[in-house]
């Protein structure tokens, strides 16, 4: 059983920075995409950044190089740096993997951008 783990979601003013965490554990061969997804209430999902393989990138544009996606294979742990945050990437931040074929969602971390 693998288990995907959000953190380092929080309150943050407008302007600062936050970096969230995905752990993974449990039976792990190989972590093919680990992806950062999104929703803000009354809205989709929406993809913010993935990382493919361990070293291919890819951003969305609202991103507009705010945010740096990176992965520690070591530790089975992805990241998302998030600075310049404004009131619009207020949103619950879901850490999407593909491990050995099979896709796993975590719970999600609240972020709050407000003054």
């Known amino acids: 059983q693998v288990h995907v783990v959000e953190s380092g979601g929080g309150l943050v003013q407008p302007g600062g920075s936050l970096r969230l965490s995905c752990a993974t554990s449990?039976?792990?061969?190989?972590?093919?995409?680990m992806a950062w997804y999104r929703q803000a209430p009354g809205k989709q999902r929406e993809l913010v950044a993935q990382?493919?393989?361990?070293?291919?990138?890819n951003y969305a544009a609202f991103v507009k190089g705010r945010f740096t996606i990176s992965r520690d294979g070591a530790k089975n742990t992805g990241y998302l740096q998030m600075d310049s945050l404004s009131p619009e990437d207020t949103a619950i931040y879901y850490c999407?993997?593909?491990?050995?074929?099979?896709?796993?969602w975590g719970q999600g971390t609240q972020v709050t951008v407000s003054s």
């Open positions: 990382i493919i393989n361990g070293d291919r990138t």
């Open positions: 449990g039976s792990i061969s190989s972590i093919h995409v």
């Open positions: 999407y993997t593909i491990i050995s074929g099979r896709q796993y």
